[in-house]
């Protein structure tokens, strides 16, 4: 298990020093965090803007109990320009925790208050690109089949450098874009919701995965009962979405207020987002407005998050290629029996590869789940290999399959 500490001492900011690092007090909010009237908001997020709530202070000061929340790297950040100072860090992940604790369920409550927060600066698989958390789910540092809450186990809730870039844009910038504050918290507290619900059910019910075990896939073809948990840790993703529903509202106001910022931002400070510039993690894809649009109008439907085909591809794409293989190397061994249905193994090739396609060929997901999970990369091949040998077979029995 890695420790993590932070090592700062901020005089602006009290803090309580422990064994394990710095706990910082529920931090106060100067002046110039409140929202001030709207000024230049045009077009279609002109509405969302001027309803932008100015109660962020008094959001902050409802009782809570102190969070647990923890830097990674001694609070050593280096240069690295994706990184704030670590107790500005905290401070963030503080005021968003502070945020959303009276809108959990009292179940969530307790793991908020008994669990740790990681600010997660190691993983840059998933640090720095748009995840928002994970917990024991995806947790290197998670040990099977743990059901205690680090630091005396090792169930935990991580947080990513991306995330706290958007909370620090909106914390930063409020004033250029009202009511952008606000946005983030309520954006980003579902994050916060969905990773508690993980280090719940870990704590109640443990399960493995492919990424978690070692060896787990040899030759791209991987260990069936793993696949299947796997796929029940695909089900605690869907209670996790669900928690998120009471927040959808709220969070497509926040969607809108998001893509009026980073649109406008865009157009007068193109420099912040790239390589080296303080928000360059946050730079959204080439069609963000018309996808962020969709996502808002998703959002106030009330749709889970899993309901959007892209989404699906990072999560189902963690097991149902896998489980694909497998089928694949079934029809291959059922064309060499004698009485071999040729047309029918065609026909069951043809269902797979439409099936299995979609995760690998993702413009948006496809590659980060490469990246993640890179036992994917090893189903792929064996995924591309077994379809070879099948396309092989057909051709030599006289059998025009297209796959």
Not at 154 to 173: M, P, S, V
Not at 262 to 281: C, E, M, T, V, W
Not at 383 to 403: D, P
Request: glycine residues 6%; hydrophobic residues 35%.
């Amino acid at each position: 298990m890695k420790q993590f500490v932070l090592a700062v001492l901020v005089a602006a900011i009290p803090m309580v020093a422990s064994a394990e690092g710095f706990n910082l007090n529920m931090p106060e909010v100067s002046a110039e965090a409140k929202n001030e009237p709207q000024k230049n908001a045009d077009g279609l997020f002109a509405e969302s803007l001027a309803k932008a709530s100015r109660s962020v202070e008094a959001g902050f000061k409802r009782p809570t109990p102190r969070f647990n929340i923890m830097c990674e790297f001694h609070g050593n950040h280096g240069v690295d320009s994706d990184r704030s100072d670590p107790a500005y860090e905290i401070r963030l992940l503080q005021e968003l925790y502070a945020w959303v604790y009276s809108r959990m369920p009292p179940h969530l409550q307790r793991t908020a208050a008994e669990t740790t927060a990681v600010i997660n600066h190691s993983r840059t698989a998933f640090t720095k690109i748009g995840v928002g958390g994970w917990s024991a789910e995806d947790d290197l540092d998670y040990k099977y089949p743990d059901k205690t809450f680090y630091p005396q186990g090792t169930i935990k809730t991580n947080y990513t450098e991306w995330l706290i870039n958007a909370l620090r844009f909106g914390d930063q910038w409020d004033k250029e874009y009202p009511g952008l504050k606000k946005a983030m918290l309520d954006y980003h507290g579902a994050v916060v919701v969905h990773e508690l619900v993980h280090a719940w059910q870990y704590s109640r019910e443990p399960v493995r995965d492919l990424a978690s075990v070692p060896g787990s896939c040899p030759d791209g073809l991987c260990d069936e009962k793993l696949i299947n948990e796997t796929e029940k840790k695909i089900k605690y993703e869907r209670e996790a979405f669900e928690a998120e529903k009471p927040f959808k509202k709220a969070m497509a106001e926040a969607m809108l207020i998001r893509l009026y910022a980073y649109d406008k931002h865009l157009q007068r400070y193109p420099q912040h987002f790239k390589k080296g510039g303080p928000y360059a993690l946050l730079k959204p894809k080439k069609d963000f407005q018309k996808r962020w649009r969709q996502v808002a109008r998703d959002f106030e439907s009330g749709k889970s998050d899993l309901e959007d085909p892209n989404v699906r591809v990072s999560y189902e794409g963690q097991y149902i290629p896998a489980r694909n293989v497998r089928a694949l190397v079934s029809v291959r061994a059922n064309t060499s029996l004698p009485a071999a249905d040729f047309a029918q193994a065609c026909l069951d090739a043809r269902k797979i590869k439409e099936e299995t396609d979609p995760y690998f060929n993702n413009p948006y997901r496809s590659d980060e789940l490469r990246e993640e999970y890179p036992y994917v990369k090893d189903v792929e091949k064996r995924y591309q290999r077994e379809l070879n040998e099948l396309k092989g077979i057909f051709q030599r029995g006289g059998i025009f399959c297209q796959l």
